[in-house]
């Protein structure tokens, strides 16, 4: 049976197994963002961004601070953008090796 942790660090993997949420994840790595800023910018309607932002701060992934009218989302812990970009290190790594593996079986090399 699994511990805690590993029941937690489950749901956080779920929380961020949408493309979308790693979308908002990469954007606010560069600072704070409103909602507004987020939909512009990664062009997707308002209400869907508010959405996914609500379970990332269910799930503890940003936090918000208010000033005045607007509400600024940032992420939690830089660690968690870490984490998301060493993922995509592995991504990236593991496709450039299937199109090594392609090009070397491919019949123009035999």
Do not use: F, W
């Not at 503890?60 to 992420?75: A, H, L, P, S, W």
Request: with cysteine; aromatic share 2%.
């Amino acid at each position: 049976m699994p511990d805690r942790i590993s029941e937690l660090h489950a749901e956080l993997c779920k929380t961020l197994g949408s493309a979308t949420r790693i979308e908002i994840l990469n954007a606010l790595r560069r600072g704070e963002k409103t909602v507004g800023e987020l939909s512009a910018a990664l062009r997707v309607r308002q209400p869907n961004i508010s959405q996914h932002l609500a379970v990332l701060r269910q799930r503890g992934v940003v936090t918000t601070r208010k000033d005045g009218v607007n509400i600024y989302y940032g992420v939690s812990n830089p660690k968690i953008t870490q984490a998301c970009e060493l993922m995509k290190q592995v991504l990236v790594a593991q496709l450039k090796e299937g199109v090594e593996l392609t090009r070397l079986a491919s019949p123009a090399r035999r």
